[in-house]
């Protein structure tokens, strides 16, 4: 395995305990879905979640291709020492496989992440919202 790994639905099921219990913290500021929802649109090919390991960071990242954009809808793990270091390569892969599905943007919501990703621009027309956005 390299440092990110799309998890097949069957995986996902068998692992959900434990997916869960990390995923819970981010879904649960989620006013949208709870931790039923996400995995109902896992397990239908809705969303994809990506395991991460990196060693002192892991986690997973759930993802949600809505063509043309790839939507980065939660990310949650122990990070570590490594998150500035890991997380371009992660993102950088995350772009890749929104490209290969056909996506022409990707989007992040959630914390303010633009010191870290200089390429991405404020995408939100609502103030409260951290958004950013890249063309890929």
């Known amino acids: 395995m ?4 799309l998890m ?5 099921a068998a692992d959900w305990e434990d997916v ?9 500021i989620d006013p949208a879905r709870q931790l039923a929802d996400v995995y109902r649109d896992l397990m239908a090919g809705d969303m994809a979640l990506i395991r991460v390991d990196a060693g002192d960071l892991c ?3 759930v993802i949600e291709f809505d063509q043309p954009t790839c939507l980065l809808l939660y990310a949650a793990g122990s990070i570590g020492n490594l998150w500035r270091g890991a997380f371009r390569p992660i993102l950088a892969g995350l772009e ?5 599905n056909g996506c022409t943007e990707m989007r992040i919501e959630g914390r303010d992440w633009s010191r870290l990703l200089p ?9 409260w919202r951290n ?4 063309r890929l």
């Open 96 to 100: 890749e496989l929104a490209r290969r």
């Open 20 to 28: 869960a219990a990390i995923l819970a913290e981010a879904v649960e």
């Open 59 to 61: 986690g997973f990242v």
């Open 119 to 127: 390429d991405y621009v404020p995408g939100s027309e609502r103030p």
């Open 2 to 5: 390299g440092i990110a790994e």
């Open 8 to 12: 097949l639905p069957a995986d996902i």
């Open 131 to 134: 958004e950013l956005v890249k």
